[in-house]
């Protein structure tokens, strides 16, 4: 169909949609007020307002809606051209409201229009476009292309990547029932304009979950010719993007579309030991542990964002291929209020492996207590919130049973702990032998190391070392550090003739600065705080 509009316009629409505009091809010219009058045409005040020509054509969601105003050289310009690439799939618009018949093998469907990404809105009621697209009469050009196969309409392209397809597994009828799938979710969605910037996109869920993105600068100084989402899609998800943009003389350019992501055969999640709204020590960690083993660790951490109430610098270490750690390069300052979101939903983690959810939690530091015993002086100092609260003599391990040296942290305390030596194979009967119930119980390794409560050996204490490895205290010392000790309290132990070993409790302390950077996948700081977080140069 095709016609002329006031003011010297041509109107034309796709033979395809003879069911939906017109019975078959024929001449229309706009009559009254928005009216499209003709042979078997619209007709009715619901029509676009104003002197609008309406162009469509569909194929499994695609939707494009042409309308200009006025006479005039400027109603005559091309409009901005937008083009949305979410992974395998490539939304175009039309560019300078040239329109092309799709090939006669890509028949056109009008009957797939109405699911389009503005809602439910019947072709044969233009008003109903109008106010699904909340824009005035004549200066707009609304296009949504969704589609299976790479299809020329309007100027634009909508296409899939066939190889990305193959790898899914995914039959084409069911591709075909599905509508067009996104199989690269980790890619996220990118949106650019031409002759034009964009002055809005929307990347929404069905459920409506908005998605966060950034932009680049345009170059007109109140837009932006190119936006991307931050964060990978969620897979299993249909998902609506919307954008809009305007050319130099304010023409708008809207294009919608609609599609779904993969649904991955193998997946992981991913948990922490931090509880929500939990008080730690100044010295805890964040820990991400994962369900299968992730080998594109560095797309893991850039997908991890701290805040934190106090300006922090850390950086984030691969313990293993399934755990990762954050730890400041220092301690977190006392009453630090921290959130943590790990992005993780649609991140290919692996080859064909992707994360189910997001990972979010949140966390206080509370009061700074910090304790260093001494094997060689017989003491352990002890900061409460950076101030020396004690010197107290102790008794380490004697020799043979040396308190290994180490910066730890506590992780348990209970109160009585049964101690017994047949935990390590010294059972009734053997030399060495003991099974004792000790009260105020601090633990700081996984072998059974603690600052406890020791009456029996207050005689030694601050003299020499008799313990089976702990760190003896008065009784009066360790119900105070007991009171007040928390997970993730820093325990340092100097001057033994033994070493710690690395993973013999959470040794994460252990690594000096430039160590603790070599175990991260970027090599880079991690700079936290009100605002978020960003990778730095270490």
Same mark, same amino acid.
């Given at each position: 169909?095709?016609?002329?509009?006031?003011?010297?316009?041509?109107?034309?629409?796709?033979?395809?949609?003879?069911?939906?505009?017109?019975?078959?091809?024929?001449?229309?010219?706009?009559?009254?007020?928005?009216?499209?009058?003709?042979?078997?045409?619209?007709?009715?005040?619901?029509?676009?307002?104003?002197?609008?020509?309406?162009?469509?054509?569909?194929?499994?969601?695609?939707?494009?809606?042409?309308?200009?105003?006025?006479?005039?050289?400027?109603?005559?310009?091309?409009?901005?051209?937008?083009?949305?690439?979410?992974?395998?799939?490539?939304?175009?618009?039309?560019?300078?409201?040239?329109?092309?018949?799709?090939?006669?093998?890509?028949?056109?469907?009008?009957?797939?229009?109405?699911?389009?990404?503005?809602?439910?809105?019947?072709?044969?009621?233009?008003?109903?476009?109008?106010?699904?697209?909340?824009?005035?009469?004549?200066?707009?050009?609304?296009?949504?292309?969704?589609?299976?196969?790479?299809?020329?309409?309007?100027?634009?392209?909508?296409?899939?990547?066939?190889?990305?397809?193959?790898?899914?597994?995914?039959?084409?009828?069911?591709?075909?029932?599905?509508?067009?799938?996104?199989?690269?979710?980790?890619?996220?969605?990118?949106?650019?304009?031409?002759?034009?910037?964009?002055?809005?996109?929307?990347?929404?869920?069905?459920?409506?979950?908005?998605?966060?993105?950034?932009?680049? /600068?345009?170059?007109?100084?109140?837009?932006?010719?190119?936006?991307?989402?931050?964060?990978?899609?969620?897979?299993?998800?249909?998902?609506?993007?919307?954008?809009?943009?305007?050319?130099?003389?304010?023409?708008?350019?809207?294009?919608?579309?609609?599609?779904?992501?993969?649904?991955?055969?193998?997946?992981?999640?991913?948990?922490?030991?931090?509880?929500?709204?939990?008080?730690?020590?100044?010295?805890?960690?964040?820990?991400?542990?994962?369900?299968?083993?992730?080998?594109?660790?560095?797309?893991?951490?850039?997908?991890?964002?701290?805040?934190?109430?106090? /300006?922090?610098?850390?950086?984030?270490?691969?313990?293993?291929?399934?755990?990762?750690?954050?730890?400041?390069?220092?301690?977190?300052?006392?009453?630090?209020?921290?959130?943590?979101?790990?992005?993780?939903?649609?991140?290919?983690?692996?080859?064909?492996?992707?994360?189910?959810?997001?990972?979010?939690?949140?966390?206080?530091?509370?009061?700074?207590?910090?304790?260093?015993?001494?094997?060689?002086?017989?003491?352990?100092?002890?900061?409460?919130?950076?101030?020396?609260?004690?010197?107290?003599?102790?008794?380490?391990?004697?020799?043979?049973?040396?308190?290994?040296?180490?910066?730890?942290?506590?992780?348990?305390?209970?109160?009585?702990?049964?101690?017994?030596?047949?935990?390590?194979?010294?059972?009734?009967?053997?030399?060495?032998?003991?099974?004792?119930?000790?009260?105020?119980?601090?633990?700081?390794?996984?072998?059974?190391?603690?600052?406890?409560?020791?009456?029996?050996?207050?005689?030694?204490?601050?003299?020499?070392?008799?313990?089976?490895?702990?760190?003896?205290?008065?009784?009066?010392?360790?119900?105070?550090?007991?009171?007040?000790?928390?997970?993730?309290?820093?325990?340092?132990?100097?001057?033994?003739?033994?070493?710690?070993?690395?993973?013999?409790?959470?040794?994460?302390?252990?690594?000096?600065?430039?160590?603790?950077?070599?175990?991260?996948?970027?090599?880079?700081?991690?700079?936290?705080?009100?605002?978020?977080?960003?990778?730095?140069?270490?």
């Amino acid at each position: 169909m095709s016609g002329d509009i006031s003011g010297g316009f041509r109107v034309r629409a796709h033979r395809g949609w003879s069911q939906g505009i017109a019975s078959r091809a024929g001449t229309a010219r706009v009559a009254g007020k928005g009216r499209l009058a003709g042979r078997g045409s619209l007709a009715g005040r619901g029509s676009l307002a104003g002197t609008a020509g309406l162009v469509g054509a569909g194929a499994a969601g695609l939707l494009v809606i042409a309308g200009c105003s006025g006479g005039g050289p400027a109603a005559q310009a091309a409009p901005a051209k937008v083009t949305i690439v979410s992974g395998n799939l490539t939304f175009s618009s039309a560019a300078g409201g040239t329109q092309r018949a799709a090939p006669a093998h890509q028949s056109l469907d009008h009957g797939a229009l109405d699911h389009g990404a503005l809602g439910h809105v019947p072709v044969n009621h233009p008003a109903a476009y109008h106010r699904a697209t909340n824009h005035g009469a004549g200066n707009a050009v609304i296009a949504g292309l969704s589609g299976p196969r790479t299809l020329d309409v309007a100027s634009g392209v909508v296409s899939q990547g066939h190889a990305a397809e193959a790898a899914s597994g995914r039959s084409r009828a069911s591709r075909r029932a599905a509508g067009p799938v996104d199989l690269r979710p980790d890619l996220g969605v990118q949106v650019t304009a031409r002759d034009g910037t964009l002055t809005g996109v929307s990347v929404r869920t069905m459920t409506g979950t908005a998605v966060a993105g950034t932009t680049r /600068p345009g170059t007109y100084a109140s837009g932006s010719r190119s936006w991307r989402t931050r964060w990978a899609l969620a897979p299993s998800q249909a998902y609506r993007v919307t954008a809009t943009a305007v050319d130099s003389r304010g023409q708008r350019t809207v294009m919608a579309s609609t599609f779904r992501t993969l649904r991955p055969r193998r997946t992981v999640t991913a948990a922490t030991v931090l509880g929500a709204g939990e008080t730690v020590g100044v010295g805890m960690p964040i820990t991400i542990n994962f369900s299968r083993p992730v080998t594109d660790q560095a797309v893991v951490e850039r997908a991890l964002q701290i805040w934190s109430s106090r /300006p922090v610098t850390g950086a984030w270490y691969w313990v293993d291929s399934t755990s990762v750690w954050f730890r400041p390069r220092h301690y977190w300052p006392a009453h630090t209020r921290v959130r943590f979101t790990a992005h993780l939903a649609g991140l290919q983690v692996a080859p064909g492996v992707y994360a189910r959810a997001d990972l979010t939690q949140h966390f206080r530091i509370g009061d700074s207590l910090i304790a260093v015993a001494s094997a060689a002086t017989h003491h352990m100092k002890v900061w409460w919130n950076g101030r020396l609260a004690g010197d107290w003599p102790v008794s380490t391990g004697r020799p043979g049973m040396d308190t290994p040296d180490g910066r730890y942290l506590s992780f348990a305390k209970g109160s009585p702990v049964d101690m017994n030596s047949a935990s390590y194979g010294v059972g009734p009967g053997m030399p060495g032998y003991y099974n004792e119930l000790v009260y105020d119980a601090v633990q700081f390794t996984f072998s059974g190391d603690y600052v406890h409560s020791a009456p029996w050996s207050v005689g030694e204490q601050g003299i020499t070392n008799v313990s089976h490895g702990c760190v003896n205290v008065a009784p009066g010392y360790a119900a105070w550090f007991y009171g007040r000790s928390v997970v993730g309290d820093p325990i340092s132990v100097v001057g033994s003739p033994v070493a710690g070993t690395w993973g013999d409790g959470w040794t994460i302390y252990f690594l000096g600065w430039r160590k603790l950077l070599a175990g991260s996948a970027t090599g880079d700081a991690v700079r936290a705080g009100p605002a978020g977080s960003r990778l730095v140069a270490a």
